[in-house]
């Protein structure tokens, strides 16, 4: 496409340039006949005055075709060779504009001796009027043309947005008339650069991770935490993302029918944003499809609630129950001991990084983890030093709940979790019917007192759990 085109304006330049000498060698061979031909026909000196301007005309017209040519040469083919890429556009048409002047002073010089076109230009107030009038838009795109040049504030090959009507697109060109934008409909538009000077640009460099947000809304009954690493997970594969930087997901609103959130995502290639962004979209919807989110619709949910805060269904207190059966101290309560502690047993959701325990706080239940994780962290010279990760199945804040003491360390979640809470009065019902139960206990609390206090192991260990035992046992009036 690119070769034949070549091909026809250089057969073009051929003809042009033909046309233009034949005419010229017809204006000089015949000259005397044209003279005396239209002597006849005007007065004066006027016969004469033709012939030197169509011979100006002829000369001028083959100034330009050379013009074109030596540029053609220079820019296209040397230039290109040397540097590898193209001279910015800009800078050959200078050259032209100022290769051509210079070949038309030259033409006229000798056409016209006796006329000093420097004086003409200077003294002629009229022609500098009209000459400024009608240049006045041209200069002006060309000044600000040389300006955005000089400044670079963007390159062929950004994307940028300019103009009141926000034209968006890649820089094709940039020239000393206009700025040449190839839309994402892949038409053109060309913002003339003096408009341009005055409006604002949003220029998105094509060597810049620039950075693209999508928007989605899902169910309140979907959990934030996972919500956000199902997304961020779905949107770092999409293609055209960037490795480079993790894409962020991030709550936006509350929304009156569900949570309002942002996916920020940095691209390789801004110019593809449009599919990009389509693609990310649909990443989303299949990964939530397989974790079972849901997005947000217009609904009303009308919710009809037992009294009881926390009823929870049949499957759900069997998890229960099977929960707190695997738990290694509550292994020797019987069935019924075990679906009685699930029933009074309150369950609750903590956000990774929230602090389900904080020491000092007085605290008078104990947490079995029924999913995720938690970190045991202490105070240690104004640090948080972590003591422990307990997992799945493992229990925590029975130290303040058995002694009556200030909890001892900070509890946080690590990742979403999800607790039981096991109050005074349900503990106290199977110490009654369970007493091993409170010596495993103060076995484990001596245990644990000593990693707390990061101190090796203590040869008066029995004494210490045999006082702690008895001081559960004065607390929770066990005989
Ligand atoms: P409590 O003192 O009520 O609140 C903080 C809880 O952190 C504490 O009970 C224990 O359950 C738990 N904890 C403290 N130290 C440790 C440890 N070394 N290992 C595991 N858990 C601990």
Redesign the pocket.
């Known amino acids: 496409m690119a070769r034949s085109n070549l091909k026809n304006r250089i057969v073009l330049f051929l003809v042009a340039t033909t046309i233009v000498l034949l005419a010229l060698r017809f204006t000089y061979v015949f000259q005397d006949a044209l003279l005396s031909f239209l002597s006849t026909r005007m007065a004066g000196r006027a016969h004469e005055d033709t012939i030197t301007a169509v011979k100006l005309i002829l000369w001028a017209m083959l100034g330009y075709l050379m013009v074109r040519a030596l540029k053609f040469l220079l820019f296209k083919l040397v230039f290109r060779f040397r540097s590898g890429s193209e001279a910015p556009v800009l800078v050959q048409n200078v050259f032209s504009i100022v290769v051509f002047t210079l070949l038309f002073v030259i033409i006229f010089n000798r056409l016209y001796p006796n006329v000093n076109l420097g004086a003409l230009f200077t003294t002629s107030a009229i022609f500098g009027v009209i000459l400024g009038l009608a240049l006045q838009d041209t200069l002006g795109n060309f000044f600000a043309g040389i300006s955005l040049h000089a400044d670079r504030p963007f390159q062929v090959g950004d994307v940028i947005a300019v103009g009141a009507q926000k034209h968006t697109g890649v820089v094709e060109s940039i020239s000393w008339r206009a700025i040449k934008i190839r839309t994402f409909q892949n038409h053109v538009v060309l913002v003339s650069n003096s408009s341009a000077a005055k409006e604002a640009i949003e220029v998105c460099p094509r060597d810049n991770l620039n950075a693209r947000l999508v928007f989605f809304s899902t169910l309140y009954t979907d959990s934030p935490a996972k919500t956000i690493h199902i997304a961020r997970e779905a949107v770092r594969e999409s293609d055209n993302v960037s490795e480079k930087i993790t894409p962020i997901v991030r709550i936006r609103n509350m929304g009156e029918s569900g949570i309002d959130y942002e996916v920020k995502y940095w691209l390789n290639d801004y110019a593809r944003y449009n599919d990009t962004d389509a693609l990310v979209r649909q990443r989303i919807w299949y990964a939530f499809r397989r974790a079972g989110i849901t997005f947000n619709f217009p609904t009303r949910t009308v919710e009809l609630r037992r009294p009881a805060s926390h009823v929870v269904s049949e499957a759900d207190h069997n998890a229960l129950i099977e929960r707190l059966s695997a738990v290694d101290i509550f292994a020797p309560l019987s069935t019924e001991e075990t679906a009685t502690l699930a029933q009074a047993s309150v369950r609750h959701v903590f956000a990774p990084s929230e602090t389900v325990?904080r020491?000092g706080d007085a605290?008078s239940s104990m947490f079995v983890l029924h999913n995720g994780r938690v970190q045991?962290q202490v105070s240690d010279n104004g640090n948080l030093r972590p003591?422990?990760v307990?997992n799945e199945g493992d229990f925590?804040?029975?130290?303040?709940?058995l002694t009556g003491e200030p909890?001892?360390?900070h509890?946080v979640a690590v990742e979403e979790t999800e607790v039981l809470e096991i109050g005074h009065e349900a503990m106290k019902k199977l110490f009654d019917t369970n007493p091993d139960l409170v010596e495993s206990l103060s076995h484990i609390i001596t245990e644990?007192r000593k990693?707390?206090a990061d101190r090796a192991i203590d040869p008066r260990e029995e004494d210490e759990s045999a006082g702690l035992l008895a001081s559960i046992k004065r607390f929770f009036r066990i005989s």
């Open positions: 325990i020491a605290g045991v003591v422990a307990l925590f804040g029975e130290m303040a709940l909890r001892t360390a509890v644990r990693a707390l």
